[in-house]
Structure formats: C-alpha cells, structure tokens
C-alpha cells in the first residue's frame, strides 16, 4: 500500500529521517490482504508525488545522519538540478 499526499505531509519528520538513516521506505506500507479495506481515494497520484518531491528537497540527506543534516542545510533553497550553484554552496560546508 503506498500512502497517500495527506498521510505523508502528516508524517513526523523524525519518523522520515529514521527510514532514510535505515533505508526504509516511509512511502509504502505492506500489509496482509485481509488487514487493507478498500477505500475512496483522498488525493491523486500527481498530488502523491508532489508531496514526495518536498519531502525529499528537506530530507533527501537524510539517510547520512547528522553530517547528512549539514549537507542539508547548507543546500537548503538551492536548485538540486543546478549542479554549479550546488557545488559553490557545497565549498562552505
């Protein structure tokens, strides 16, 4: 089962960060076949991985620790596809 845009914006940082340290994947839930009803869906799946993409610019270093939480904070706000704007920010770390 993979969780929905709502869930995942509510999802506590920490519990995100812990995934990524133990290379988890906090998107996705597998449960038995009798443990999932069937629902209406809340969002759509554009809207899912919208919510993916923030989440990854604010913890996509994550899975580094606390040496991945300076590289994070050091490119907060930086274009990921800019890699010489990426690389300048990169020198003061």
Known sequence: ???D???LKNMPGY???QSEVEGLDYTTMYLWAE???LSEPRDTKGETEGAVKKILKTRS???LGEEGKRIQKVLTGID???EMETFRAGRGI
Request: aromatic fraction near 22%; glycine fraction near 0%.
């Open 5 to 7: 845009s709502i869930t």
């Open 1 to 3: 089962m993979q969780w």
């Open 80 to 82: 990921e596809e800019d």
């Open 35 to 37: 443990e999932v009803e």
């Open 15 to 17: 519990f995100i960060e």
């Open 61 to 63: 270093w994550s899975w």
